[in-house]
């Protein structure tokens, strides 16, 4: 099965909001991920990263977190915006030739 | 500087048919992948190559062959359509292979129905 997977599919939240987006994966020797915004009919575009040796790492707008002890990693987007609705993905990276994707969460921007 | 180009962005085939999906990229990339996407999924992995002459199983693979005769380009070919791989393809590459994510490139998709 997969190794790595979201908690929630869809998720709403209102413009200027902040947005929070998890993920958790089994492979505890992995020790890098990437977070994928896609949108409709494009393929993935690269967000941000982080590698096992760090807990936390920003960017503009969004910071990726990373818990080795629960396995789970989460995308925070500040003050989103309409162009942020979009479906996000997190990647394990298992060896350099693997990327294993998670189901992917859609997240909504209202208004 | 083209990136990652896919063709055909859309495809229809009868149960039974084969085609082959084209991928190319042209930033002399060593590691090249084919992942199939369906609905309300993730990408999952079908092959992936890490030079030319070099290809290896993915995670779904069945139903599909690859070959990678030139850096440049990694078909992936369908022997014989089913109603199951109806899917949207992504191709990607990379330099030096997943571990840095920026470099990771990926085309825009082919929609695949197989009726």
């Known amino acids: 099965g997969e190794s790595v997977g979201l908690h929630l599919p869809t998720l709403s939240v209102q413009e200027g909001d902040n947005s929070i987006i998890n993920c958790a994966y089994s492979n505890s020797a992995s020790d890098y991920f990437i977070w994928y915004k896609q949108e409709s009919g494009k393929g993935p575009q690269f967000i941000i990263d982080?590698?096992?040796?760090?807990d936390k790492r920003q960017g503009q707008r969004v910071t990726v977190l990373l818990n080795k002890t629960v396995k789970h990693l989460s995308l925070q987007i500040a003050a989103t915006q309409p162009g942020d609705s979009a479906v996000y993905f997190c990647?394990?990276?298992?060896?350099?030739?693997?990327?294993?994707f998670g189901q992917g969460t859609r997240l909504t921007i209202n208004p | 500087n083209a990136g990652v180009t896919q063709t055909p962005k859309f495809q229809v085939l009868k149960t039974g048919q084969s085609m082959t999906l084209q991928c190319a990229q042209d930033?002399?990339?060593?590691?090249m992948s084919w992942y199939r996407q369906d609905p309300g999924m993730g990408l999952r992995l079908i092959h992936y190559?890490?030079?030319?002459?070099?290809?290896d199983q993915g995670e779904v693979p069945n139903g599909y062959n690859v070959s990678r005769s030139t850096t440049e380009d990694f078909p992936l070919r369908l022997l014989s359509a089913a109603p199951s791989q109806t899917s949207v393809y992504f191709c990607a590459s990379s330099y030096s292979g997943y571990r840095s994510g920026n470099t990771i490139y990926f085309g825009e998709g082919s929609w695949l129905t197989v009726v």
């Open positions: 190559s890490v030079g030319a002459g070099i290809t």
């Open positions: 990647a394990e990276c298992q060896g350099a030739q693997k990327l294993v």
């Open positions: 930033m002399n990339h060593e590691y």
């Open positions: 982080i590698r096992s040796n760090m």
